[in-house]
């Protein structure tokens, strides 16, 4: 079983849907939790952090039920620049600094 | 305000022989991180650094060197370049003040090994 467990899909969603992704992760231990965006074939960049009481930014909310050990990023009213993978990131906040990536659900915004 | 950087950004190499991808930051982070990510498929961990002169194996780093003299630095080399080493290379360093695993990545080394 991977540590950091992600549904790849592709989710196909009209513009303006309301669609939502989940991620499980295996190790109780994990500390700090983010979602990343990556775009095809280019570097991954950090969309957000998830903090345990939950956050949001614009039209993105996310967050982590440390209890059933999955984090949820939820995006409201898609546009079509938001068709993407994005990937789910865990960290044990151990002095390597090392974090966990799941390998991504893709997600197609289409008009 | 350069951020982090890799060099070069595409290469072109022949089976057996040696290549060296440049990794190089200004955020005096003190973290560094080599992932490979062949197409369609996840970012897999090759060597990580917690600072200077300390590194180490991440999940599949047969094939592969590194160093880091500086902590700006994380060149990775491979001592004998593969087929199967044909992929995207990306490094991503992190450590910084309050959020120390936030993860910032270059832009990414794309190799092909012919």
């Known amino acids: 079983r991977k540590e950091v467990e992600q549904d790849p899909g592709p989710f196909n969603v009209p513009e303006g849907a309301t669609v939502a992704f989940n991620c499980t992760y295996s190790?109780?231990?994990?500390?700090?939790f983010f979602w990343y965006r990556q775009d095809c074939r280019k570097e991954p960049k950090l969309l957000m952090s998830v903090y345990s009481s939950g956050n949001e930014d614009g039209r993105f909310t996310a967050q982590l039920n440390r209890a059933s050990q999955y984090i949820s990023l939820l995006i409201r009213d898609s546009k079509l620049s938001d068709s993407a993978t994005y990937l789910c990131v865990v960290n044990y906040n151990t002095n390597a600094g090392k974090s966990t990536f799941g390998d991504g659900t893709t997600l197609t915004v289409k008009p | 305000d350069a951020g982090i950087t890799q060099s070069p950004r595409y290469k072109i190499t022949e089976t057996g022989r040696q290549v060296t991808l440049m990794c190089h930051q200004t955020?005096?982070?003190?973290?560094m991180f080599w992932y490979r990510q062949d197409l369609g498929h996840g970012l897999r961990l090759i060597y990580y650094?917690?600072?200077?002169?300390?590194?180490d194996k991440g999940e599949v780093p047969d094939g592969y060197v590194v160093s880091r003299s500086k902590t700006e630095n994380f060149p990775l080399t491979l001592e004998s370049a593969t087929r199967s080493q044909t992929s995207v290379y990306f490094c991503?360093?992190?450590?910084?003040?309050?959020?120390?695993?936030?993860?910032?990545f270059g832009p990414g080394t794309r190799l092909t090994v012919t």
């Open positions: 190790n109780s231990a994990s500390q700090s």
């Open positions: 991503a360093s992190s450590g910084s003040g309050t959020k120390p695993y936030e993860q910032y």
């Open positions: 650094s917690a600072a200077a002169d300390i590194t």
């Open positions: 955020w005096s982070h003190s973290y």
